[in-house]
């Protein structure tokens, strides 16, 4: 299993990212995804997840209204598109199947500041 995140970036309050992982070593389209996110110190903490077929999505009351999680399976691809970033969104964004026990990305650090 292997995840590769990309998409991470330095933005202004009020930008948007997208966040890409691109999935192999596994039949992506089986399994259900999340993105988490962890700042330094801090638990990792789950942001969002879709179902295998892309058609149950979940977020983080943290982040509901303002991110959206999304999959291509022909792809073998998972997004995460950032909308209204605050500065309290600043982490290292971590691709992940099968929850805290399961398989995980390098992660892809995302800074919000002026």
């Known amino acids: 299993v292997q995840l590769v995140e990309s998409g991470g970036g330095l933005v202004q309050p009020g930008g948007s990212l997208r966040l890409s992982c691109a999935a192999s070593?596994?039949?992506?389209?089986?399994?259900?995804m999340n993105w988490y996110r962890q700042a330094p110190g801090k638990e990792r903490e789950w942001v969002a997840g879709?179902?295998?077929?892309?058609?149950?999505?979940n977020y983080a009351d943290s982040v509901k209204g303002r991110f959206t999680i999304s999959r291509d399976n022909r792809k073998n691809t998972v997004y995460l598109q950032m909308n209204s970033l605050k500065p309290e969104d600043t982490d290292v964004y971590y691709c992940?199947?099968?929850?805290?026990?399961?398989?995980w990305g390098q992660g892809t650090q995302v800074t919000v500041s002026s």
């Open positions: 879709i179902t295998s077929a892309g058609g149950r999505t």
């Open positions: 992940n199947r099968g929850g805290r026990n399961g398989y």
């Open positions: 070593g596994f039949t992506f389209s089986s399994y259900a």
